[in-house]
């Protein structure tokens, strides 16, 4: 199978999303006159431009390699809209590609490395998490189904998937693969959510599959009848979740943009860092722009290029004077109430917790009624959930891969544009899950073990330091 070379002349993504910005224009001003129009008309283009098989050139498209294709399926996740049909002990049609790629990846490790390689040092915490899921329900005595297959299964599924990610990562070009399909699949989902905002279409009939393209603003938030609404994607789930998906690949974008060599490659990663950076700021979750500035802040302080800054700080410009995000700042919260709330919760039952996924529920009390929410923080939900333990091996799971990749830039100096952007990637995600329990959301969470993996794969396998990976001195500096 063929692999991604680091030299610029052979990068097919910015054909790829450029054909992709050109499909989003055509459908943009065909559902200006009606949204209808604008979906037949993408539907056309998309059939135009898949007769011609463009995916053809990107490497790992074609092959028998099952990692590879178990990690497209695993980062193609978030295209799945959650919550179409029933779930099946607690499965929904949106955990398939996850699952199905998590299956592909481990059987493609086990046939080509060794069982044993499943068990990766960075993924222990994961699996330690797993297992305390169950440990924590038996102590507390509520043991059933639903429990342990929220806790012990979920979180099982995802230690193999990070495992399974990081064996698969150090194959040759495999790592750098991983980052261009996640770009990819951002730039997909920024794309639809911005046409949904420009021809303001929303589903708003209960029979219909609700937050998708756009969430609708509430007739009490100060922007109702000001903008359309909040952008979701396909995610079929809240817009704040929406921003957290767009900070990596808007990352990432940045970090090849600030590699591109060819004025053709500089245009396309552009194009992608523009619409993942608006279509995050079209959520209208601060949360969002908090941490994509604070990645943002890393990306450019350790690459200390030019063209890179001048693109990123033109763009935040751009959206705080197009659009009223910065109004957003100026109202209200709840999350030190939720906080609050949930260490309650915790210093009820600090060992066990709750049990998985029974924080909402156990927050209602007819005579003394709180807000039902969760803590809106996925240290503190697990935490909350499992006990202190429980949060303690997911903050350590968590950031791991991002101490490894941190070391590696800041103390060895090995400043790769990829390799930074990944670590700015994952630092802003990081910082938004304090705000948001980004990690129990499997379809944004996804984009994070996966570029956590390819991150890893760059600095282990070494593409992160082949002097081939580095542009000339006189290029680093614009």
């Known amino acids: 199978m063929a692999t991604t070379s680091a ?16 499909v989003w224009a ?21 059939a135009i431009v898949g007769w011609r098989r463009p995916w053809q050139s990107l490497p790992g ?5 099952l990692g590879a294709w178990g990690l497209l399926l695993m980062a193609a996740s978030p295209l799945v809209p959650a919550r179409l049909l029933p779930s099946v002990a607690g499965v929904g049609v949106d955990d398939l590609p996850m699952i199905v790629g998590t299956l592909l990846a481990v059987v493609s490790v086990w046939r080509t490395e060794h069982p044993r390689t499943l068990l990766q040092p960075l993924a222990v915490p994961l699996y330690l998490f797993a297992l305390w899921n169950g440990v924590s329900v038996v102590l507390g005595g509520d043991v059933d189904a639903g429990t342990i297959a929220r806790g012990v299964g979920r979180w099982l599924l995802v230690a193999l998937a990070f495992s399974a990610a990081l064996v698969v990562a150090r194959r040759p070009g495999r790592a750098r693969w991983v980052v261009s399909v996640v770009v990819l699949v ?4 920024a794309l639809f959510g911005i046409w949904s905002y420009l021809v303001d279409w929303a589903p708003t009939s209960p029979e219909k599959a609700l937050l998708i393209g756009m969430e609708r603003w509430r007739v009490y938030q100060p922007l109702y009848e000001t903008v359309p609404g909040r952008l979701t994607g396909t995610l079929g789930v809240s817009s704040n979740f929406f921003g957290a998906l767009m900070l990596i690949p808007t990352m990432l974008a940045a970090g090849r943009f600030a590699k591109a060599t060819e004025r053709l490659h500089a245009v396309g990663y ?49 959206a705080s004077v197009l659009t009223p995000i910065l109004s957003r700042f100026s109202e209200g919260n709840d999350r030190l109430a939720l906080a609050g709330r949930s260490l309650e919760t915790i210093g009820e039952r600090p060992v066990t917790g709750l049990g998985s996924g029974e924080f909402v529920d156990a927050q209602f009390d007819e005579e003394r009624p709180v ?13 909350a959930e499992t006990g202190i333990p429980g949060g303690v091996l997911l903050f350590l799971a968590a950031a791991a891969p991002g101490a490894v990749l941190a070391f590696w830039v800041v103390i060895r100096r090995r400043h790769d544009p990829i390799v930074v952007a990944a670590t700015a990637g994952l630092f802003a995600f990081g910082v938004q899950t304090f705000s948001n329990n980004l990690f129990h959301i499997p379809g944004v969470a996804a984009a994070y073990w996966l570029v956590a993996a390819a991150g890893v794969g760059m600095v282990i396998g070494g593409e992160g330091r082949a002097p081939a990976d580095e542009a000339p001195e006189r290029a680093r500096r614009r």
């Open 7 to 22: 030299h610029p002349r052979t990068d097919p993504v910015p054909a790829v999303i450029l054909t992709m910005a050109g």
């Open 26 to 46: 055509v459908a943009v001003v065909a559902g200006l006159v009606e949204p209808s129009y604008g979906a037949a008309a993408a539907a056309i283009a998309i």
């Open 61 to 65: 498209t074609s092959g028998s390699d």
């Open 186 to 189: 951002g730039v997909a989902e």
């Open 270 to 318: 552009g194009i992608a860092t523009a619409a993942t950076l608006f279509g995050l700021v079209l959520s209208y979750t601060r949360a969002s722009v908090v941490a994509l500035a604070a990645g943002v802040v890393v990306l450019l302080v350790l690459l200390r290029r030019l063209r890179p800054t001048l693109l990123l700080v033109g763009l935040l410009v751009a």
């Open 371 to 383: 807000l039902i929410a969760t803590p809106h923080n996925s240290f503190l939900l697990a935490a």
